[in-house]
T-cell receptor
């Protein structure tokens, strides 16, 4: 398994509170991604990073922000959590500069917003 | 935009049965195609991939062939085991570094 960890693994929070999820990798991959998984939708991209301090939006980025200050860490912040953000969040890593189009996923964080 | 469509589950099978999960896609150009598997409580694992037309990806007894003419990438396994019970996702990417576009997932339950 690729060296990807996510923390926390489970979180329950209240509507309106900020939440930060962390993804940590030990593979030194340049690209990192945040997806959310919802029934019937598969996984959808929230934000991604193509290098330290280089990030861009995905298809469902509203209400989320990200930061990447080091190669190994990619943070996802829900600025003011809403019930529609109850989901399972997956981090992924990739190394396209090495010619690979594969992405490898972390174990996920289950977030419940009450 | 790009999209992936999978057959809806759940698919319930007996052990040693033949499994097929249909996947079709809509995309311009020549995407790479993937199957990921998610076991209960875990993240997604890359099962197999194909990068060009007529390529066959295979792993752990699973196979899928990239059919450009029918825009399909159906997953097959000849004899399933209880341990194959999982959710299977078909996905595509247009280029390395780009996002993965996923289908909705198909839950497979194999009974002894």
């Amino acid at each position: 398994d690729a060296g990807i960890t996510q923390s926390p693994r489970h979180k329950v929070t209240e509507t309106g509170t900020p939440v930060t999820l962390r993804c940590h990798q030990t593979e030194n991959h340049r690209y990192m991604y945040w997806y959310r998984q919802d029934p019937g939708h598969g996984l959808r991209l929230i934000h991604y990073s193509y290098g330290v301090k280089d990030t861009d939006k995905g298809e469902v980025s509203d209400g989320y922000s990200v930061s990447r200050s080091k190669t190994e860490d990619f943070l996802l912040t829900l600025e003011s959590a809403t019930s529609s953000q109850t989901s399972v969040y997956f981090c992924a890593i990739g190394a396209p500069t090495s010619g690979s189009d594969e992405q490898y996923f972390g174990p996920g964080t289950r977030l419940t917003v009450t | 935009g790009d999209s992936v469509t999978q057959m809806e589950g759940p698919v319930t099978l007996s052990e040693e049965a033949f499994l097929t999960i249909n996947c079709t896609y809509t995309a311009t150009g020549y995407p790479s195609l993937f199957w990921y598997v998610q076991y209960p409580g875990e993240g997604l694992q890359l099962l197999l991939k194909a990068t060009k037309a007529d390529d066959k990806g295979s792993n752990k007894g699973f196979e899928a062939t990239y059919r450009k003419e029918t825009t399909s990438f159906h997953l097959e396994k000849g004899s399933v085991q209880v341990s194959d019970s999982a959710v299977y996702f078909c996905a595509l990417t247009k280029a390395a570094g780009n996002k993965l576009t996923f289908g909705g997932g198909t839950r497979v339950l194999v009974k002894p």
